[in-house]
C-alpha cells in the first residue's frame, strides 16, 4: 500500500497567497544588451512560507508577483511562529529592454514596489 501526505489530498484547502514585497533593489543604469538582476526582499514567517516568483514581462517593462503557503489557511486551530523574518530573492531579466525599463512588484493589499532602469 502506497501512502499519500496531506499535500496531495484533494480535499485539503488550496493554502497558496501572494507574499508582499518589502523591498526592490535594482541597478539604476545598465548596458544595452546585458542582463539584469533584481533582488526582491520577501517577508516571511508566521505560518507564511515562500514558493516562487512569477515574472511577467515586455520589452518595456517586468511585473513580479511573489507567491508562497499559508499554512494556517483554511483550517482552524493552527499555532504559528510569531517571528518575521525577510528573504531575499534574486530575478535574472534577459535582454531585449527598452530605455527606460521598469520593474513593478506586486505587493498584495499596499501598493507595489516599482523601480526604473536606464538602459544605455
Known amino acids: 500500500m502506497i501512502g499519500c501526505l496531506e499535500s496531495c489530498n484533494p480535499f485539503a484547502p488550496d493554502q497558496s497567497v501572494q507574499l508582499g ?3 526592490l533593489d535594482a541597478p539604476q543604469t545598465i548596458t544595452s544588451g546585458s542582463s539584469l538582476n533584481v533582488v526582491v ?3 516571511l514567517g508566521g505560518c507564511l512560507s515562500f514558493d516562487r516568483i512569477v515574472t511577467e514581462r515586455t520589452t518595456t517593462n517586468a511585473t513580479l508577483t511573489v507567491l508562497g ?8 486551530n493552527v499555532s504559528c511562529a510569531t517571528y518575521i523574518f525577510y528573504e531575499p ?3 535574472r531579466l534577459d535582454p531585449p529592454f527598452s530605455n527606460p525599463f521598469t520593474i513593478t512588484a506586486n505587493n498584495g493589499r499596499l501598493p507595489p514596489l516599482t523601480a526604473t532602469v536606464q538602459v544605455q
Open 21 to 23: 514585497a518589502s523591498k
Open 69 to 76: 503557503t499559508d499554512a494556517a489557511k483554511g483550517r482552524k
Open 89 to 91: 530573492h534574486t530575478v
Open 41 to 43: 526582499t520577501v517577508q
